[in-house]
């Protein structure tokens, strides 16, 4: 009983055109190897192998952490629609300051104010400071978001 190979395994039917080329940092310049030569990548080194990492653990790290805020950086201001920007930190908290110290003077004024309202004047100053009060802490709800505000321009 003969077996028959199935068709394409051996040699039988082989040609050059099948045979491919080495990649191209495999090939010397001049068109011959030297006895030895393997053909090494020219990022490779004797002294360190593709496989082993090029730097340390806390280079790679880096480098991640900065990519990766690239990255945010990038999707943020993708995010940001026509007619807004995003607000420098700086300035951000530059305005939350000035909201808290605008929030404390409002709540000053609004404890002096009289226990016992009689007047409609005096009852519409009373509305106006609590309108006021609301408006300045819901300012600074979102001015205390650390992931950045966006303002018209």
Do not use: C
């Not at 191209?24 to 080194?45: F, I, L």
Request: hydrophobic letters at 35%.
């Amino acid at each position: 009983l003969r077996l028959q190979q199935p068709r394409g395994s051996g040699l039988a039917g082989w040609s050059p055109a099948q045979h491919r080329a080495p990649p191209a940092w495999a090939q010397p310049a001049g068109g011959r190897r030297a006895a030895g030569d393997v053909g090494a990548p020219p990022e490779e080194t004797p002294s360190a192998p593709r496989w082993w990492p090029a730097a340390s653990a806390a280079d790679l790290r880096a480098e991640a952490d900065a990519e990766e805020e690239e990255a945010r950086a990038n999707v943020a201001a993708a995010e940001v629609p026509m007619g807004y920007r995003l607000l420098p930190e700086e300035e951000r908290l530059e305005t939350l300051s000035t909201l808290q110290d605008k929030l404390e003077e409002l709540e000053l004024r609004y404890t002096r104010l009289p226990l016992k309202i009689e007047t409609e004047g005096a009852r519409r100053h009373q509305q106006t400071l609590r309108t006021r009060i609301q408006e300045t802490e819901d300012a600074i709800r979102l001015f205390s978001r650390p992931d950045g505000v966006l303002v018209e321009v």
